[in-house]
């Protein structure tokens, strides 16, 4: 066993856009677990979006040199508690660590399906996939045959929710992306009907001429042009599903959207956000849903998956730059498959 531990802190508040000098990666003896305690090794982390709102100054951010959380697999090695099982693979919330003391009542016992691997439990049947099921079915309530807007696309949320749209009945599938080469994976792969470079223009124009007949319903991860443009482009009666707005996590200074605010009450639209974390109790409706498609085939995983815990800091700011196709996840180097 590894005698020592990392973990990763946060030094100081950015200011627009972070760097890796935000951060410091600190190295401390392993931790000994207390009774009715357990000691993690982390296996596979999760880092997001909303983690660069928590590095402002905001209330429930991110204390400045402690460890950072996030969501994190792992398996433990030794534990003082009936509840957790040396070996046990678990789910819980201490991520930016390679090791963590946790209680049973902090970690998520993942069920073991067939065929599904455990980077599932952080994208497609994680927190990004229940983003994703929850704006569809419950926010902005999809029928079958109705036509989706999902910008940043080819991002974790945005691919899942482009997969699920399938499933469920869809009619014409909008995205937008960073890159030609990301918009032709989400035309090629995902299942997107069209998809824009939405540095190719106004986003009014282009989304213009890839849904020429409007739209139901926006599922929005970005905010900003992008979200004036949906409002124009909805149909009567259209939603509007607000997940994030990361086009201003790194410029909180830019000016928000402008739109016409009578197409609100003559469209009749609805626009509403949402938190993951107020729907956890849906998480085995997900299981439901996404694990027989997962096994058939159905239903692919989209994932960036980088190797080795070093480069978390690395990982997280790629993913701010949009470097990644689907959900970005970090795995222990112990957990690349072998090559033979």
Do not use: C
């Not at 749209?165 to 080469?181: M, T």
């Not at 197409?263 to 729907?279: A, T």
Request: glycine residues 12%.
């Amino acid at each position: 066993m590894n005698e020592t531990a990392l973990t990763v802190h946060q030094t100081a508040r950015p200011h627009g856009f972070p760097t890796a000098e935000h951060f410091a990666f600190v190295e401390s003896t392993l931790p000994d677990p207390a009774a009715g305690s357990a000691l993690v090794e982390n296996l596979y982390w999760s880092v997001d979006p909303y983690h660069r709102e928590l590095m402002d100054d905001v209330p429930g951010g991110f204390a400045l040199d402690a460890p950072l959380e996030g969501r994190t697999i792992g398996r433990v090695i030794a534990s003082r508690t009936s509840r957790l099982a040396e070996g046990e693979i678990v789910f819980h919330r201490q991520g930016w660590r390679t090791h963590a003391v946790v209680t049973p009542e902090e970690v998520r016992q993942l069920p073991r399906f067939d065929g599904v691997p455990l980077t599932a439990y952080l994208s497609t049947l994680g927190g990004t996939g229940l983003t994703a099921y929850v704006g569809l079915t419950r926010i902005a309530r999809l029928q079958e045959g109705e036509d989706l807007f999902v910008s940043a696309a080819a991002g974790g949320v945005g691919t899942a929710t482009g997969r699920f749209a399938r499933l469920l009945g869809a009619g014409r599938l909008v995205g937008s992306a960073g890159s030609a080469a990301k918009a032709g994976h989400l035309m090629r792969e995902v299942g997107y009907d069209a998809v824009f470079d939405y540095h190719d223009g106004p986003a009014a124009d282009l989304l213009g001429k890839a849904a020429p007949g409007g739209i139901d319903v926006f599922v929005d991860n970005v905010g900003g042009e992008q979200l004036a443009a949906a409002v124009g482009a909805l149909r009567e009666f259209g939603r509007i599903v607000r997940v994030g707005t990361i086009s201003q996590y790194n410029t909180p200074d830019a000016p928000s959207p402008r739109f016409n605010y009578a197409d609100i009450v003559e469209k009749s639209i609805r626009m509403e956000g949402f938190l993951v974390s107020n729907y956890r109790d849906m998480q085995e409706e997900l299981y439901e849903f996404a694990v027989p498609h997962l096994q058939s085939g159905r239903l692919a995983l989209d994932e960036t998956v980088i190797d080795g815990f070093e480069h978390i800091v690395d990982a997280f700011l790629g993913m701010l730059r949009g470097e990644n196709t689907g959900k970005i996840i970090v795995r222990d180097r112990t957990q690349a498959p072998s090559v033979d």
